[in-house]
């Protein structure tokens, strides 16, 4: 009976593929906590420590990202036309890069606020209130100095918006840690 064929991944010790696979959950997570409407908002401290680690990681996971997708479409069982394989091949770096960033930046306080969360309150400073709001985030409230994909508060209605301006404190309270939270209501701060 022939071996079935193994792939590069399959062939790396069990403790490379279980830290990969975790770093790729810790990526995706932050994504999909937002698409069910769970929006992570981490601490400025974590923020402004994770900046030189999420650099780090988003270079690592594009690279092994756009490594992973060339090896998989030399071996995949269905061939893929040129356009299609470069077209993956291009995006697979930005991919790799945006997951690195959320598995640092975002990832490690979901899962404190998941696990060891409690009711918790934060201060934030504003970055801007006039920004166009998107189909799923009608009035942002921009936050000063948070990562990309968690530096925006939504839900909150038009006129508490207004009153805000660049720099003003805001307290955030909601579930979570030190690291960061889940947050529910938000307030002027002093």
């Known amino acids: 009976m022939a071996q079935p064929q193994q792939t590069i991944f399959t062939r790396q010790p069990k403790w490379i593929r279980w830290s990969l696979l975790l770093w790729l959950f810790l990526g995706l997570l932050p ?3 937002k698409a069910i409407g769970f929006q992570i908002l981490p601490s400025p401290e974590w923020a402004a420590q994770t900046r030189v680690p999420a650099i780090v990681s988003d270079v690592l996971m594009a690279g092994l990202m756009t ?3 060339v090896l ?3 071996i995949a069982v269905q061939k893929l036309g040129k356009v299609k394989k470069y077209a993956v091949i291009l995006f697979a770096p930005f991919m790799g ?5 959320f598995a640092v930046a975002t990832g490690g306080p979901i899962i404190a606020a998941i ?4 009711e918790i309150e934060i201060q934030y400073t504003v970055g801007k209130t006039t920004a166009h709001g998107s189909r799923r985030c009608r009035t942002p409230i921009e936050l000063k100095g948070m990562p990309f ?3 925006e508060l939504c839900g909150y209605s038009p006129e508490f918006r207004n009153t805000l301006a660049r720099g003003d404190v805001i307290m955030v309270s909601g579930r979570g840690t030190a690291l960061g939270l889940f947050p529910q209501t938000v307030q002027r701060g002093e």
Do not use: H, K, R, Y
């Not at 696990?115 to 409690?118: K, L, M």
């Open 31 to 33: 994504i999909l906590s």
């Open 67 to 69: 490594w992973g997708v």
């Open 72 to 74: 998989g479409s030399q």
């Open 97 to 101: 890069f945006f997951i690195g960033s």
């Open 115 to 118: 696990i060891t969360g409690a």
């Open 149 to 151: 994909f968690a530096d």
